[in-house]
């Protein structure tokens, strides 16, 4: 399970982009990601680095050819308002080495014709780490107000090594099947073993391919290419829009880049005080909660009604995948255990999803598991057989975050610990303990984010009822953070902005574009 941005964006509106040499993406959401660090632990300072050379200017192409804009949900006159435009900007893969080697991070950039007094480039990352800020932007524009397209040029990354910008890419697709049907439970031996073969034969995989570039990929080496992407697009000050773990990124820059900001909108924010393991507990309360508001609502609503007790008929479908896989129509894969809570926890993320998840429930009662495995591949973005990048982005990135470990010891009382405290997801979540543990040891642990003499107040968003990233998240990187606002919303789901308050979006838009604050202590019902 990981946080990732809510909004939504239009699956495979982007095609192959030309200049690209014929990479392809898709348009869709990112996810975020745990906090690094161990609680309590000393944070590394920010290491004294060279200074990385200054970027040649972007130089954008046009590449509306390579997107499907038809798909946008733009009227044809409004497109026809609207320039695409890409570029491939040269950052150091390792910036203590800032003139050794160096990768390519794509940058989309769409610019409204009618912007007649433009404040500068919006950076938007939608989380992960994983998401491709490349698709947020342009599933961005059906929802963003013509104030803010108006006065911006839209500007999305897909960070390193993240679907076009030299993309981590350990598993085949039959590969990636396999892992994330397997279904170990760690509380027995032989579910132990196998979770621990399973990460062990991934990370290998990983090795394998990258070898010591692997270490590059991590959220402070990102933070550091934002701001060759702030330069690159020609812009004096970094105006950032972050959902879930892009709040995690923003508040890094914020960290390292104090005097280069003018407004960092941070929603969804990853708590920035807990190691991996307090912040996967957090996360799985918050899912325990949210599937709690998803049973009552089902109790109303056909199909969802006729299935009984939600929690447990879901527990009852775990047990039986886990003897027998339910069928998907279609296909010859089955609905394992692990798929079944996967299912159920993409629909958690947004409530628009609570009636597919009813539905899907209630097929499966009849043995039919096709609305399961749909939801489980929309989480692992599975499209016509095929996987984005964004797992082994996910999972590159998280672990080289974190430190190593944790111990063999204490994934098994963590285990024994989620499974009583968290009886839906804890089990399965434990198993993902592994991951990290078997990964390779080169780390960087973000440092701890202050930003007390920033240029710029940030703007911090917490939803009270979001169970991807907590809301105590929220106001832990408030307070860390030491110059920055917090704006709360009695929502559900993860996220908040342009996510149907237009109190939240009021406010947000009127710091994006006048850097006013919301009154202290400012909430939205």
Known sequence: MRARSRVRAIAMAVGALAFLGGCTTSVLDGHGQLSAGPSGAPRPSVTSLPPAPTPAPAQFQDCRSGIKVGLLGLSAARLAELSFECAEVSVPLNYADPSGNQIQVVVLRVRD????SPVGSLLVNPGGPGGSGVELALGLLAKLPASILGHFDLVGFDP?????????????????DRFDAASPDVLTTSGFGMAKALASQYAAKCNAKYGADLAQYDTVQTARDMDQIRQAVGDDKLNYLGFSYGTELGAQYLHLFPHNVRVAVLDGAVDPLYGPIESAAKQLKGFEDAFDQFANWCTSHDPCSAIGNPRQAVYALVDAARQHPLPAAGTTRRVTASLVLTAVSEALYSRSDWPKLGSALADAQNGAGKGLLDLADQYYQRFDGHYSNLFDAFNTISCNDSPPGPSDATIRATAQKWSHDYPMFGLNGAAGLFTCQQWQPDRTVPPLPTATDSSATALVIGNLHDPATPYQGAVDLTKTLGNARLLTWNGEGHTSYLEGSSCIDDYVDAY??????????AKCQ
């Open 113 to 116: 014709a009618k912007d007649t």
């Open 160 to 176: 390193r090594g993240v679907g076009l910008s030299s993309p981590i890419d350990c598993l085949t697709d039959s590969e990636q």
């Open 512 to 521: 994006l574009l006048h850097g006013t604050l919301p009154p202290t202590g």
